[in-house]
């Protein structure tokens, strides 16, 4: 059973960091690109950056961009999330994914795998 399941969430200052885990399982994710979504209460999901099969590609949201980091340790099928400078508008569940088409993650569209999230609120 394929399984994405992410730690790390919590709550934290304004300003502060976290690093969100998000631990793949239960088949091989060699070529699959990785990524983090989040949706806010009363929001729509929105795509939060990706990372390709190799890192040599990754994208951001304009929100996030020059604060969120993301990283993946293919030996250990882990995909890091590392977020500073956080404000009460990043207070989210955020969602790890997978899927086999780098383009289709950043749409959000049919995506492959997806974990079942991981609650972080800043509070200010």
């Known amino acids: 059973q394929v399984q994405l399941v992410e730690s790390g969430g919590g709550l934290v200052e304004v300003g502060g960091s976290l690093r969100l885990s998000c631990a793949a399982s239960?088949?091989?994710?060699?070529?699959?690109?990785m990524g983090w979504f989040r949706q806010a209460p009363g929001k729509e999901r929105e795509f939060v950056g990706g990372i390709s099969w190799r890192s040599g590609t990754r994208n951001y949201a304009d929100s996030v961009k020059d604060r969120f980091t993301i990283s993946r340790d293919n030996a250990k099928n882990t995909v890091y999330l590392q977020m500073t400078s956080l404000t009460p508008e990043d207070t989210a569940v955020y969602y790890c994914?997978?899927?086999?088409?780098?383009?289709?993650?950043?749409?959000?569209?049919?995506?492959?795998?997806w974990g079942k999230g991981t609650l972080v609120t800043v509070s200010s």
């Open positions: 994914a997978a899927d086999r088409s780098y383009r289709s993650l950043q749409l959000g569209n049919g995506i492959d795998y």
């Open positions: 239960g088949r091989t994710f060699v070529n699959y690109a």
